[in-house]
């Protein structure tokens, strides 16, 4: 929270002056004009393609090994969502022991590694012991894994450990034997599309990456693989420009909509993320189907942005316990009682919700935007719990503040918020959602904890003493350095509860994915403990131009 002052002299309120970047963006994508014509020319190549990749996929001419590396092409070059059920199909086969890998392929360290992913991926079961083979009886992973005509074997089993869980001791030595002996080799590799392939696994880890921005830097490296398929290449160009042509109209709808509702203008001290808020939605879901999910989330995210901002740089602790009395009572005609900035940001909110319910109720799926509308009032209600603790200086324990903070982190209602657009999300899907499932408290830990790391500082320097460092330096005795550290442990730990929860059955693995995504889109945007929202220039900004501006020569 800000500190806010009164000049006793002047009777003023002196409230800190907002110090956020401005957009990075400007009016560039306030309007976009479908072209209707390359439109239907690229959908009519694509479907011609899509059936020769569809008769590779479940060709019986194919090895086992082909067509495992046929999915991980296809998933890389962004198309799998074309081919659900064919490579499903094709996986279960695999897994169930229907499809066999040749005797001498069961030593091979690139396609066991990539079996093992892809099936864990795909909420299959596979066992890690299929990496025992490759242990010595000490335990460590044999030295002859280590040779320059193996590097992709190596690349293999580092991305394979990142789909590792609680307890499993040999994908934790995998994980560290591939990383350090890929970091040694990298810069020994001649130039060639695997180096760049270790280089980027090493910035960024493939699984733990947006597969839209994943999507586009491996199509422009797959167009170097001696290998390559160019039916697929092309497949993937033409598919890329498509669905990007859907992502620019969308997001020319969000932009105008926050032009509109003129928030930035009125609310100055606001960060203004309206680009990097549809981002965001494209790294929860980017497949076609889900557009009016992505407006309904870019919104709401770019309005707890706002509220976010309201409590945290500019609000008075009078404003804000009538501001969070007035979304608790969610009625127009509390807004008397508001301050005229806040007026203005009330009206907006219940106008969203409004809009929401208008799209919604035709459909019966009225009770999605109830679940909404519940998160937003409890993310306020808990932003207001900070602020008095600001306000008395209370530092509370590490519990007392994780149970508040897991809520301010925004991951419950913007998990909820995901499934408002989306038909297949029942009431049965939000019940289940309530009841904080493995993946869904993991998922709400990962963004806090390295959230509070990356953004220690810069509380520190808003007067902010009870941050979840400080909680937990306080009750634990520890140095800032060392509590990081255990942050980061922590954020571990609940990665490998966050891939156990991909095999909760209770609902689908589209629903899965929503939440496992927003998990990625944590360790992408504050990688290297940079908070690239706040800050988009170096982290966020490149992949915004390279999924919504650049497009694929074809």
Known sequence: ??????????????????????????????????????????????????????????????????????????????LSYHFENEIQEQLTLAFNGHLELEPEENDDLFIISLQFRLLRQHALDAPSSVFERFVENNGEFKKSLVSDDDVKGLLSLYEASYLR????????????????????????????????????????????????????????????????????????????????????????????????????????????????????????????????????????????????????????????????????????????????????????????YESFDAELSPKGRSYAVHHAKEGMQQIVGSYYTEAKWFIKGHLPTFDEYMSVAKITSTYYVLTTTSLIGMDNATSQVFDWLLSKPKIVEANVTICRVVDDVATYEVEKGRGQEATGIDCYMKEHGLSTEVTMDLFYEMAENAWKELNEGLMDNSVTMEMLMRIYNFARLIDVTYNHSGDGYTHPEKLLKPSIVALLVDSFEV
């Open 165 to 352: 869980r609680t307890d499993e001791e040999i994908l934790d030595k995998a994980f560290s034997f591939s990383k350090a002996h890929l970091e040694f080799v990298a810069s020994n590799l001649p130039e060639s599309p695997l180096k760049k392939h270790v280089s980027r696994a090493l910035y960024q880890s493939y699984v733990r990456g947006i597969p839209r921005v994943e999507t586009h830097l491996f199509i422009s490296l797959y167009e170097e693989f001696e290998s390559k398929n160019e039916s697929l290449l092309r497949l993937a160009k033409l598919d890329f420009n498509l669905l990007q042509m859907q992502h620019k109209l969308e997001l020319s709808e969000v932009t105008r909509w926050w032009k509109e509702v003129d928030l930035i203008s009125k609310l100055s001290f606001a960060r203004d993320r309206a680009v990097e808020c549809y981002f965001w939605s494209v790294g929860v879901y980017s497949e076609p189907q889900y557009g009016i999910a992505r407006i309904m989330l870019a919104k709401t995210i770019c309005m707890i942005s706002v509220i976010d901002d309201t409590f945290d740089a500019y609000g008075t602790i009078d404003e804000l316990t009538v501001f969070n009395d007035a979304v608790q009572k969610w009625d127009i005609s509390e807004i008397d009682r508001l301050p005229e900035y806040m007026q203005i940001l009330y009206r907006v909110l219940l106008d969203l």
């Open 1 to 78: 929270m800000a500190i806010v002052s009164v000049d006793i002299n002047k009777n003023e309120i002196v409230r800190p002056v907002a110090n956020f970047p401005p957009s990075l963006w400007g009016d560039v994508f306030n309007s976009f004009t479908m072209d209707i014509q390359l439109s239907d020319m690229y959908t009519e190549e694509i479907r011609v393609l899509k059936e020769e990749a569809r008769n590779m996929l479940i060709s019986r001419d194919s090895k086992l090994s082909e067509k495992l590396v046929l999915v991980d092409t296809l998933e890389r070059l962004g």
